[in-house]
């Protein structure tokens, strides 16, 4: 589990609730990858990736970006040739 949100917690700024978005759409995204054959959930720590094995766009994502000012280009650059490796489009 990505992380899950506390309903007590009142005073959320909107970093905040932006960041317990995105994990909570990451977690949801990833979630049946995790228990079916040929697809893939990979997680680099500034990154995550689920990959359904089809060419749509609705079951595959990237989230999670916390990529640093000093790798952000290497790093989009690894991920779309990662991405194009599997054949698929990369939306």
Same mark, same amino acid.
Request: charged share 30%.
């Given at each position: 589990?990505?992380?899950? *949100?506390? %309903?007590? #917690?009142? &005073? +959320?700024?909107?970093?905040? !609730? %932006?960041?317990?978005?995105?994990?909570? +759409?990451?977690?949801?995204? =990833?979630? %049946?990858?995790?228990?079916?054959? /040929?697809?893939? !959930? $990979? /997680?680099? =720590? #500034?990154?995550?990736?689920? /990959?359904?094995? +089809?060419? /749509? #766009?609705? &079951?595959? *994502? !990237?989230?999670? !970006?916390? @990529? $640093?000012?000093?790798?952000?280009?290497?790093? *989009?650059?690894?991920? *779309?040739?990662?991405?194009?490796?599997?054949?698929?489009?990369? @939306?």
């Amino acid at each position: 589990m990505l992380g899950s *949100i506390n %309903l007590n #917690d009142r &005073f +959320l700024n909107d970093t905040d !609730v %932006l960041d317990r978005m995105e994990r909570n +759409l990451a977690e949801h995204a =990833g979630h %049946l990858h995790q228990r079916k054959t /040929d697809t893939t !959930v $990979t /997680d680099t =720590g #500034d990154l995550m990736i689920a /990959d359904s094995g +089809l060419d /749509d #766009d609705t &079951f595959n *994502i !990237v989230a999670m !970006v916390r @990529f $640093t000012a000093a790798d952000t280009t290497a790093r *989009i650059t690894e991920t *779309i040739e990662t991405l194009s490796r599997t054949g698929r489009r990369v @939306f």
